[in-house]
T-cell receptor, first 112, second 110 residues
Framework: DGGITQSPKYLFRKEGQNVTLSCEQNLNHDAMYWYRQDPGQGLRLIYYSQIVNDFQKGDIAEGYSVSREKKESFPLTVTSAQKNPTAFYLC???????????FGPGTRLTVL | GESVGLHLPTLSVQEGDNSIINCAYSNSASDYFIWYKQESGKGPQFIIDIRSNMDKRQGQRVTVLLNKTVKHLSLQIAATQPGDSAVYFCADNYGQNFVFGPGTRLSVLP
């Protein structure tokens, strides 16, 4: 059953803590993405990766970090430097950049 | 449920009627467009796409129209059903990535 999985679905974090969100895909896609979704706004790109061991900053990369050690996995770390981390985080993948993206189910992060 | 789309424009339609959802884009160089459907608490779902060399593309119960002159995209849903209730948003490409609209909430009335 091919697709993109994100875990956990809900995540709570105390201020000052780093937290890592998981994203895995078995679609054999080269490109992967992380977006942040806030009420009333379009998706905003945090980071993207065109290929293994490569990633690029998106529009709102400050306070976030990523790694792409395997084709299937693209974890996102929300660091304590992110000023307003409470949001819905979406991971996506596409065969290559510039092609239609398919999304995971999302992780809702709440900072307490 | 999720608070995503809390302040979005809403389109309310009667079950069985046709729905038309509109989207404007700003990048004249965009040549690829996608419509997504997002249900509460879930990730966006790919509905249909269209390239700039086409004006119209049809899928199952959905049609996308592209007007490049005025940079406008629309999604038509035929015979709207309760399961169509969701937030719908468009995306257009810029370079390697996409710009996503904030979306329209479609509410299907019984």
């Amino acid at each position: 059953d091919g697709g993109i999985t994100q875990s956990p679905k809900y995540l709570f974090r105390k201020e000052g803590q780093n937290v890592t969100l998981s994203c895995e895909q078995n679609l054999n896609h080269d490109a992967m993405y992380w977006y942040r979704q806030d009420p009333g706004q379009g998706l905003r790109l945090i980071y993207y990766s065109q290929i293994v061991n490569d990633f690029q900053k998106g529009d709102i990369a400050e306070g976030y970090s990523v790694s792409r050690e395997k084709k299937e996995s693209f974890p996102l770390t929300v660091t304590s430097a992110q000023k307003n981390p409470t949001a819905f985080y979406l991971c996506a993948s596409s065969p290559q950049t510039g092609q239609g993206q398919f999304f995971g189910p999302g992780t809702r992060l709440t900072v307490l | 449920g999720e608070s995503v789309g809390l302040h979005l424009p809403t389109l309310s339609v009667q079950e069985g009627d046709n729905s038309i959802i509109n989207c404007a884009y700003s990048n004249s160089a965009s040549d690829y467009f996608i419509w997504y459907k997002q249900e509460s608490g879930k990730g966006p779902q790919f509905i249909i796409d269209i390239r700039s060399n086409m004006d119209k593309r049809q899928g199952q119960r959905v049609t996308v129209l592209l007007n490049k002159t005025v940079k406008h995209l629309s999604l038509q849903i035929a015979a709207t059903q309760p399961g169509d209730s969701a937030v719908y948003f468009c995306a257009d490409n810029y370079g390697q990535n996409f710009v996503f609209g904030p979306g329209t909430r479609l509410s299907v009335l019984p």
